[in-house]
């Protein structure tokens, strides 16, 4: 039987990073992990993020904790047997291919209109899709979700209640920056994982996803991530625009 191979690659977290620092792996070498769960935590220049997994499979590391990695590399693979002699050989090739490429360049992603677009309106490039070249319209499809700014809503003298969606230390920090930036008064984690739904986080309770499109009835208008796979924030952007919220791009002070 043949083993299916999936590649790990590290998306873009941070708009200026082209390289991030792998703190810890969450999970051992052969062991069989499911669709989102978090396979590491990382780090960038300005904030810690998870990695989570988009595929059911056996877990196989290619770097170390500690190293740092480009953007776009891949960082892991996941099997659909546990082979470890498989995941050796594709580890060589695929860590001998990346030795010889040079760090993702996001300056070089954009075209210009697409770029003038992404200054004026402080867009977070993550939310975009990776691999390609990013065009105007691309960046049109974005503002139709109508994210805001932070500087934007911190303005108002009503704190803007806001949930937070994933209960660990990523949205801990998530959690610390609204605190820093004022004007929002954060009111829950909301989470997938069924295990979490119903207990708390650093004080503040943790709802289920699901409970998204009814929170505007408690009067709470926002949702935030620090969750960095595009698939999802854009999945998020488009259930918090159906249930009349606005996700917020939160930028440090």
Known sequence: MTVKIME?????????????????WLQEEGEYIKLGQTLAMVETSKASFELECEGD????????????????????????????????????????????????????????????LVEKYKIDISLLPQGRIIREKDIRVLLKSKPVDTAELSTKNTPQRIVVYGASEGGDCVVDLLHAIAGYEVIAFLEDNTKLVGGTRNG?????????????????????????????????LQRAEEA?????????P
Request: glycine fraction near 6%; charge should be neutral.
């Open 244 to 252: 009349g919220m606005v996700m917020v791009n939160a930028i440090h």
């Open 204 to 236: 503040l309770p943790i709802w289920s996803g699901n409970d998204l499109s009814d929170l505007t009835k408690e009067g709470i208008g926002a949702v935030t991530t620090h969750i960095a796979d595009p698939k999802f924030r854009l999945a998020l």
């Open 8 to 24: 790990v690659v590290m998306p873009q977290l941070g708009v200026n990073d082209v390289t991030v620092s792998l703190v810890q």
């Open 57 to 116: 499979g056996y877990f196989y590391p290619l770097f170390s904790e500690g190293s740092t990695v480009s953007i776009q590399a891949v960082v892991a693979l996941i099997l659909s047997e546990q082979d470890m002699k498989a995941a050796q050989k594709y580890k060589q090739e695929i860590v001998a291919k990346q030795k010889q490429e040079k760090p993702l360049d996001t300056t070089g992603t954009l075209t210009a209109e697409a770029r003038k």
